[in-house]
Nanobody, 122 residues
Framework: VQLQASGGGLVQAGGSLTLSCAAS????????ITWFRQAPGKERESVIC???????????????GRFTISRDNAKNTVTLQMNSLKPEDTAVYSCAARRYLC?????????RGRGTQVTVSS
C-alpha cells in the first residue's frame, strides 16, 4: 500500500473530523496531494490539494472556510481538517499524489490510495 487514508467515521452535522493520508514506499514531500471524495450515486469530486510548498488549492467551493489541509513531510503524512461538517459532505474520501503539482485529474495521479468513509448525520 503506497497511500492510505484514515480517520473517517460518523459525526453529527456541525462536528469535525481529521483525516490523514499516509504515504509508504515513497516520500510525499515532492508531490501535490489531492483529496477526492465520492458520494453514493455521484461522480468523484476533487476537494482540496496541498502544494509541495504547503499552500492549499481549493477545488470544491463548498469546503472553502471549513476544510484546511496541511502536510508533515517528516512524518510522510497529509492531514485534512474538516470542520462545520454538513450532511452533503458524506462520502468516501481518498487521497492521491502527483509529482510536483496539484491536480484534480484522478486518473493522471501517480499514486491513488484507498478511501475512508465519512458520514455526517443531520
Amino acid at each position: 500500500v503506497q497511500l492510505q487514508a484514515s480517520g473517517g467515521g460518523l459525526v453529527q452535522a456541525g462536528g469535525s473530523l481529521t483525516l490523514s493520508c499516509a504515504a509508504s514506499e515513497f516520500a510525499l514531500g515532492g508531490y501535490g496531494i489531492t483529496w477526492f471524495r465520492q458520494a453514493p450515486g455521484k461522480e468523484r469530486e476533487s476537494v482540496i490539494c496541498i502544494q509541495t510548498t504547503g499552500g492549499p488549492v481549493y477545488y470544491a467551493d463548498s469546503v472553502n472556510g471549513r476544510f484546511t489541509i496541511s502536510r508533515d513531510n517528516a512524518k510522510n503524512t497529509v492531514t485534512l481538517q474538516m470542520n462545520s461538517l454538513k450532511p452533503e459532505d458524506t462520502a468516501v474520501y481518498s487521497c492521491a499524489a502527483r509529482r510536483y503539482l496539484c491536480s484534480r485529474d484522478y486518473i493522471g495521479m501517480k499514486y491513488r490510495g484507498r478511501g475512508t468513509q465519512v458520514t455526517v448525520s443531520s
